[in-house]
C-alpha cells in the first residue's frame, strides 16, 4: 500500500490548473511535516502556502523547471501548478541537517498530495531573492524549496536506468523516469 | 492512513532484539527509497544492509544516540537493533543535494517500517571512521547516517512543544517528543 503510494508519487509538472487545491488541503500537508521525524527534534522548517490563482501566478514566474528538458521552458497558462507551498529554513534554531528535515517532510507531504489524487514536484532552481521580496521572507529565513502540487495531467513512467539517468519525454508526451537497479545500489557486507 | 502511518513512525530506539528482520524485508525497504524521488534524478545514494547478529553488534559499537538524554547510554543487550540499513552517498556521481535525498530515502523507508509493524530511527551520530573499515567502505562513499530497525519495545508520545523542543523520557520509561504546533510553523502570504 505504501508501494503503490510511492511508485505513483512521481514528480508531476502539468497539471489541470483549474482544479483547485483548498488552504485546508495544504495545512493537512503541513501537519504530516510536522509530524514527521526532525534531526534532534530542533523543526527548523517553516512553510507559506498559496493556493489563489494570482499569488500562484506570481510564484510561478520565479521557478525554474526540469533541467533536463532543454526545449520546454516548464508547464503552459492551464497547465501549471494549483498552488504551492514554500519551504523555509529558521536559521535562527540551528538545525545539524535542515537539508535532510526537507527531504523528509517533502516526502511527507507528496506521499499525503498522492493519497488526496494530487501530485507534485520539489522545485529547488528558484529566482530566491525576487520570491523573498514576492513573500516577505525575513532574512533569518532561507528559501529551501518550492513544492508545486496540483492533478496531475501527465503520465510519467518508471524504467530501469542502463547508465544514463536523465529523464526524458518521449512524443506521445510521456514522461520517462530511469531508476538505478536494486543491484545497483545494494553493497555487500561480508 | 498515511496520517496513521506518519503518526506511528516514531524515532524508536529500544527494540526486542530476538524478534529477526530478514534480508528480503531490508531489500523491501530500499527498493522503497530507490523508487522515491531524487534530485535532478541522479540517485547517489548506496545502502549497506545488516540482519546477522554478529554483524549487527559490530555496527551497534559505532552508534551514538539520543543526544538528549544524558544519563542514557543507548539500548542495552537485549533490546538493541534487529537490523540496519547503513546509507552512503556516492560522491562520484556528484548529486547537488544528496542531504535532501537521504531525508526522501529515510521516510520512505520508516514509513515502510512501520507499516509492517516495524519501527527505527534514524541515526547521524557514528564513529565514521571505524565503520568505514569495518564495512569496507571505498572513499569515494561518504557515510551519511544509519536507519536501527527492529520491533519496538518502546511507547513514544507526540506533544505540543511551548518553547523546549527537546525530547524527554518520563518514570515510565514512556519517550515524549514535543512538536511546534501547525499555527508556529505556517507563514501568512498576503
Known amino acids: 500500500m505504501l508501494y503503490e503510494l510511492i511508485t505513483k508519487n512521481r ?31 530542533k523543526q527548523p522548517l517553516k512553510f507559506i502556502l498559496s493556493s489563489e490563482p494570482e499569488k500562484n501566478a506570481r510564484i510561478f514566474d520565479n521557478l525554474a523547471w526540469a533541467a533536463y528538458l532543454k526545449d520546454w521552458p516548464g508547464p503552459e497558462e492551464g497547465e501549471r501548478p494549483a498552488a504551492y507551498i514554500i519551504i523555509l529554513n529558521d536559521t535562527g534554531i540551528s538545525s545539524p541537517y535542515p537539508q535532510v528535515d526537507l527531504g523528509i517532510a517533502c516526502q511527507s507531504i507528496l506521499l499525503g498530495a498522492v493519497e488526496k489524487g494530487l501530485g507534485g514536484c520539489i522545485l529547488a532552481g528558484l529566482k530566491r531573492k525576487k520570491l523573498r521580496e514576492l513573500l516577505n521572507i525575513p532574512e533569518q529565513h532561507e528559501i529551501m524549496a518550492v513544492i508545486a502540487l496540483g492533478h496531475p495531467k501527465e503520465t510519467v513512467v518508471i524504467e530501469t536506468a542502463d547508465k544514463d539517468i536523465k529523464y526524458w519525454r518521449d512524443t506521445e508526451g510521456v514522461h520517462h523516469v530511469p531508476k538505478r537497479p536494486l543491484e545497483e545500489i545494494i553493497f555487500k557486507f561480508d
Open 11 to 41: 514528480s508531476y509538472r502539468r497539471f489541470y490548473q483549474d482544479k483547485a487545491i483548498s488552504e485546508s488541503t495544504l495545512k493537512n500537508l503541513v501537519n504530516l511535516a510536522r509530524l514527521s521525524a526532525s534531526a534532534a527534534n
